[in-house]
């Protein structure tokens, strides 16, 4: 450790002790303790009297500005509950911003570790973990503070890091704009505030509505989800379609597009700008003929094209032709610095996806695999894949065999049972009341990659 970082943590301990917002609660076999750091984030901490000895840092996903923030040390009530069972220690705080807060999280997230240290010792074992934008802030502390943890658990998580989410985030509604509504002086980047990112939603969403009810409007929808590899199973509650029902699988894409517009596409973006001090994400020299021959779903979207009779070459062509978006470098930078990742792991990391993921596709865990590849530390992680659909839908069985072999890792210096049956088994002994559904799975390349092992690719 640093000598700044061990004057950080020291003046946050010294300042969190001297703070009248903690409160202790002990009940006959949990101690519960939550408080306030001197960021102004919450925290919270649950200790079974049976500690086994290892701490759990749990990282929450995304919280939009103006939502509550709490603090969160699990992701669901029912994990929570086994895992104290179990006699695993949980710990986490809220973060004191909300939105794209990693640099509020990652320190945050050590402050309570340094507290949890302080007031029940030190930890066996303490392992990271988090889903969603909690996955990317776990593997931002697996990467800038190895030696605070022992491993990392990463699930359905923003792996791939911020520029490539914003990057990849830009192209279908780059699409949509382009295709669907070319007259609409949408912003789709700089956006002023609230208000405009409202609008620019609506517009596009409604663009989308129109489109959906035509065969060549069908058509292009299919083309922007495949821009972001939106999966044709991406909600549980919808029907699984068949390899060649390519109507289904589109109207199984279509509502998750509008999702993805009438959310992260720009309120979101918004809110990251704002921290980024302007537009982070670009689409010059990208083609758009070549991502769509990566895409997991190229094959739906020129059978759609067919049965409208319409020209996929040329709707390409004219996306290739359109003005393009260039980024603000100081706020590319910002991005780039804060939010990508280097690939360098110096301690086991696993990450769990489910492959039927709209928000956060599976394929981020190709662009993860990239820069760890490139950084020498493929030894050091392991992916697994859950035959599910939606974002972080993963049984409680899932995840506490996720982290049991993790902890195998930990404990032999080796991997071990980290192919779907031996996971399907490790989940089904940890809780058999709840689903096991791990297969083996590669997902295909993520269409726009950035990382720090490849500081050149997309300038």
Request: proline share 7%; hydrophobic share 40%; with cysteine.
């Amino acid at each position: 450790m640093t000598r700044p970082r061990t004057a950080l943590v020291a003046a946050l301990l010294l300042a969190a002790t001297v703070l009248p917002t903690s409160a202790v609660a002990s009940a006959a076999d949990t101690t519960h303790v939550d408080g306030q750091l001197p960021s102004g984030a919450a925290y919270m901490m649950d200790v079974p009297a049976d500690w086994n000895g290892t701490v759990l840092l749990f990282s929450h996903g995304y919280r939009p500005g103006g939502a509550p923030n709490p603090a969160q040390n699990a992701p669901n009530d029912a994990t929570k509950a086994l895992l104290l069972d179990k006699g695993y220690a949980l710990v986490g705080s809220s973060y004191a911003t909300t939105g794209w807060a990693v640099t509020d999280a990652v320190p945050d997230q050590l402050a309570t570790l340094a507290l949890f240290k302080e007031r029940f010792g030190q930890a066996r074992s303490t392992i990271a973990w988090g889903q969603s934008y909690g996955g990317l802030v776990t593997t931002a502390i697996a990467e800038r503070a190895p030696q605070r943890i022992d491993g990392s658990l990463a699930m359905c998580g923003l792996v791939h890091g911020g520029v490539a989410n914003w990057n990849n985030t830009l192209d279908p509604v780059f699409a949509v704009k382009t295709l669907l509504a070319p007259g609409s002086g949408v912003p789709l980047v700089n956006i002023p505030d609230q208000a405009a990112a409202t609008t620019a939603a609506n517009t596009l969403a409604a663009a989308v509505d129109s489109a959906q009810t035509t065969p060549q409007g069908r058509a292009r929808v299919a083309l922007a989800a495949a821009l972001h590899n939106i999966p044709v199973w991406n909600d549980p509650s919808q029907t699984r379609p068949a390899a060649t029902d390519w109507d289904a699988q589109q109207a199984n894409q279509y509502s998750a597009l509008k999702g993805l517009i009438q959310i992260p596409a720009f309120s979101r973006r918004l809110e990251a700008e704002t921290r980024a001090g302007g537009n982070m994400s670009w689409n010059t020299g990208v083609d758009y003929a070549k991502l769509l021959g990566q895409s997991s779903v190229r094959k739906e979207v020129t059978e759609l094209y067919k049965k409208a009779g319409l020209s996929l070459r040329k709707d390409l062509a004219t996306l290739n032709k359109a003005p393009r978006i260039g980024a603000d470098p100081s706020a590319a930078a910002w991005m780039s610095r804060t939010s990508a990742f280097t690939g360098k792991l110096t301690k086991p990391q696993l990450d769990i996806h489910t492959t039927g993921d709209a928000l956060v596709p599976v394929q981020t865990e190709s662009a993860l695999n990239r820069a760890v590849t490139a950084a020498g530390s493929a030894p050091l992680l392991r992916q697994a894949y859950i035959d599910n659909a939606g974002h972080c839908t993963f049984s409680p069985a899932e995840q506490l065999g996720a982290l049991h072999t993790l902890e195998d890792r930990l404990a032999t210096g080796s991997w071990h049972g980290t192919d779907p049956d031996s996971l399907n088994a490790s989940a089904t002994k940890a809780d058999p009341t709840t689903p096991a559904r791990y297969v083996a799975y590669r997902p295909t390349p993520y269409l726009r990659p950035y990382d720090l092992a490849h500081p050149t690719d997309g300038r």
